[in-house]
């Protein structure tokens, strides 16, 4: 029962505050860290009794829901996290805003994510997975009236939408390698070459959703979002649950053979890329979102070098850090992504720090040639990247099959139909001449026969005889044949 109300208090506060309207919007604050607090409580009495909960799913298929070592550990960070972030929203929108939405909203997502790490097979935690980023959509894309944030959203949206299709793909191999309960503990156990594709669509899963190299982008996108959304997206929740993923699976990492050198990689190379691109930002809260991609592929880099205490030792420290440094961020009112982009590589451009930060920025601009310095400062231009050599070429696919369908499938469907008519006409012209004249000649016989008929009845004598000669004449013939 604990594990249920674990999850269950924040996604059904969740759901009845963003149904709830605007009529519910003075209450919310107060109702959303009222929540938070019971899910705080909730999560440390988990981490201390380490509860577990079953219940039936599909056909050999369970959905469990267990609080062990590492979940322990991730249960309460975001719990702490999440009521944190609700004090402090608390007092960031002021009466106009919609703020059991927001708050609604919020909850649904660390209801999600607490569903995400307590998960203990492959379909429960793609259920949490999906509804964290459905949220997060709706959360960056807070303030819908402004269309350039609604556009960030589903760039942000889009890109980890996408890679989130590892996990049908990792549970269509876990299925295929004799992996019938999609456990996670589980998954190490399924053949070759199901293990490999199971492995490849779990790293893609949470490479995606920890803005790890070459998807780290939309990060900077979901800036866009109200700054205690941004505090709770980077520190202990959407961005950490990629990390969390494979801190998870470690033993399927390194059973795969390849997959924990590639993400111990993928991992040191974010950390190093990032942290270029964070030095370079002249926005605090682009700062702070390349600083979370770097500090996050270190836990990545520990999955793939199997240190899950190092890893998770860092995850906490990050929540810690982060919850509190982007409240800070939105107390400055830093507008959003937008105001990051300098028009001209210049020293007025990029404004140097105060105290020991002169130095490093002054070898910074030193050792970098202009464009080196625009290049990190729009993110390595990875989102151009992703539209030149993924986006385009997807849209011109589909422009072309929608054309192919336009102009060939749409003339042949309705090429069936006209033929058809046209044989219609054709044979009905045909078969009604036919069946006219035949219908034509039986009225005719009917009327001759009608005639013959009336003779007998004229009251003449000879007619009689007539017909007597006629019968007998018939039954003479009759007689003789049967014989």
């Known amino acids: 029962m604990l594990a ?20 519910a919007d003075r209450a919310a604050p107060a109702l959303g860290v009222f929540a938070a607090t019971v899910t705080l409580a909730l999560a440390i009495a988990a981490a201390l009794r380490r509860p577990e909960a079953t219940a039936p799913l599909l056909a050999g298929i369970d959905a469990r829901l267990a609080v062990d070592g590492l ?11 999440t009521l944190a972030v609700l004090l402090f929203a608390s007092g960031e929108f002021g009466q ?8 609604g909203l919020m909850l649904l997502f660390v209801g999600a994510m607490l569903v995400t790490v307590t998960a203990t097979g492959l379909v429960l935690l793609l259920m949490g997975w999906e509804v964290m980023g459905a949220t997060s959509w709706a959360l960056i894309a807070f303030w819908w009236r402004e269309p350039q944030r609604v556009r960030a959203a589903n760039v942000a949206f889009l890109t980890t939408r996408g890679a989130d299709l590892g996990l049908y793909l990792a549970a269509g191999a876990a ?9 996670l503990a589980g998954l190490p156990r399924a053949t070759q070459p199901w293990l490999a594709l199971l492995t490849a669509g779990i790293v893609l899963a949470a490479v995606g959703k920890s803005a790890q190299l070459p998807l780290s982008f939309w990060l900077s996108r979901a800036m866009a979002g109200p700054s205690s959304v941004s505090a709770l997206l980077h520190s202990a929740t959407m961005v950490a649950a990629g990390a969390y993923l494979l801190l998870r699976v470690q033993p399927l990492l390194a059973a795969s053979g390849w997959a924990a050198p590639l993400v111990a990689w993928v991992g040191a190379a974010t950390a190093v890329a990032l942290g270029l691109v964070a030095v370079a930002q002249t926005d605090l809260k682009q700062l702070l979102a390349a600083s979370t991609s770097a500090q996050v592929g270190f836990m990545v880099l520990a999955a793939g070098a199997g240190g899950v205490a190092a890893g998770t030792s860092q995850l906490v420290a990050h929540a810690a850090t982060k919850s509190a440094l982007f409240p800070a961020a939105g107390a400055r009112r830093h ?3 937008e105001s990051s982009r300098h028009p001209r590589c210049s020293p007025s451009s990029l404004p140097l720090p105060r105290g020991g930060g002169v130095v490093a920025r002054y070898r910074y601009r030193c050792l970098l040639p202009c464009a080196g310095r625009r290049a990190l400062g729009e993110w390595l231009h990875l989102e151009r990247a992703a539209q030149l050599l993924v986006v385009r070429p997807t849209m011109a ?5 929608a054309a192919f369908d336009d ?30 004249g035949a219908v034509r000649a039986v009225v005719a016989g ?17 007619q009689y005889y007539a017909q007597a000669a006629v019968a007998l004449f018939v039954l003479a013939l009759l007689t003789v044949w049967l014989r």
């Open 71 to 81: 979940s322990a550990i991730l249960v309460v960070t975001v719990a702490a996290v």
């Open 175 to 183: 299925l295929a390698g004799g992996v019938g309960s999609l456990t």
């Open 96 to 103: 106009g805003e919609a703020r059991s939405r927001f708050t």
């Open 407 to 436: 102009r060939v499938l749409h003339r042949a469907v309705m090429a069936v139909p006209a033929m058809g008519l046209w044989l219609a006409r054709r044979s009905d012209r045909r078969a009604e001449v036919g069946v006219d």
């Open 446 to 462: 009917a009327r001759r026969l009608g005639v013959l008929a009336r003779r007998p009845q004229t009251g003449q004598l000879h």
């Open 397 to 401: 696919l589909a422009r072309g099959l």
């Open 335 to 337: 507008r959003g992504w």
């Open 4 to 23: 249920w109300l674990l999850v269950g208090v924040p996604l059904g506060a969740g759901a009845l505050l963003a149904c709830a309207g605007r009529r």
